[in-house]
């Protein structure tokens, strides 16, 4: 069935970086776009990056602009997510979303399957 | 780019329906058809339950329905059941400057 499973999250320290992964199966992966979006403790949702089906486009929320890069194989059919100068305020369960829309390149769209989450604390 | 805003909570009786409001700005929920909503139970991932505004994906009870109305969307519950009791997040594109998406800050659903 259609899968997103990520990793790579724990404890790191405010200034350190963090890489994530997003494990797709069960959709033809290299035809979407594919997002993160993250949620802090107690709170709501917040997008957080895009990139397009084939990789060329790359948006980012104005929060982590410079900060974190998104990226992905789709020969391996993964996505990344670089974090790096984490701050406390980046602490929050980190959702890979895929977008609803073939070929998604920064289109309007939508988020319809979405990853269990992995939680990244940043703390000293 | 400021959150949607939504109410806090909302409650209703089994049976009952109940409309959760979703205010934006002429650049996003005013400017967009493509505003969506979420459903998500605590310790879950968020569910989509709304796409284009009225869309339903297939799954989803037909007792869910979106609507939106210059600047505000709103989802309507109708029938409620006791499985409906959820976090509900409303989410806009944007292309003020560059593609976005903002959520709004979430309502709880309470059923009574």
């Known amino acids: 069935q259609v899968q997103l499973v990520e990793s790579g999250g724990g404890v790191v320290q405010p200034g350190r970086s963090l890489r994530l992964s997003c494990a797709a199966s069960g959709f033809t992966f290299s035809t979407y776009g594919m997002h993160w979006v993250r949620q802090a403790p107690g709170k709501g949702l917040e997008w957080v990056a895009l990139?397009?089906?084939?990789?060329?486009?790359?948006y980012y929320a104005d929060s982590v602009k410079g900060r974190f890069t998104i990226s992905r194989d789709n020969s391996k059919n993964t996505l990344y997510l670089q974090m790096n100068s984490l701050r406390a305020e980046d602490t929050a369960v980190y959702y890979c979303a895929k977008g609803l829309t073939l070929y998604g390149s920064g289109s309007p769209d939508a988020f319809d399957i979405w990853g269990q989450g992995t939680m990244v604390t940043v703390s000293s | 780019q400021s959150a949607l805003t939504q109410p806090a909570s909302v409650s209703g009786s089994p049976g009952q329906s109940i409309t959760i409001s979703c205010s934006g700005t002429?650049?996003?929920?005013?400017?967009?058809?493509?505003v969506s909503w979420y459903q998500q139970h605590p310790g879950k991932a968020p569910k989509l339950m709304i796409y284009e505004v009225s869309h339903r994906p297939s799954g989803v009870s037909n007792r869910f329905s979106g609507s939106k109305s210059g600047n505000t969307a709103s989802l309507t519950i109708s029938g409620l059941q006791a499985e409906d009791e959820a976090d509900y997040y409303c989410?806009?594109?944007?292309?003020?400057?560059?593609?976005?998406?903002?959520f709004g800050g979430g309502t709880k659903l309470t059923v009574l």
């Open positions: 989410n806009s594109y944007t292309s003020s400057s560059t593609p976005n998406w903002v």
């Open positions: 002429s650049s996003d929920v005013g400017g967009s058809n493509y």
């Open positions: 990139i397009s089906y084939d990789g060329s486009a790359k």
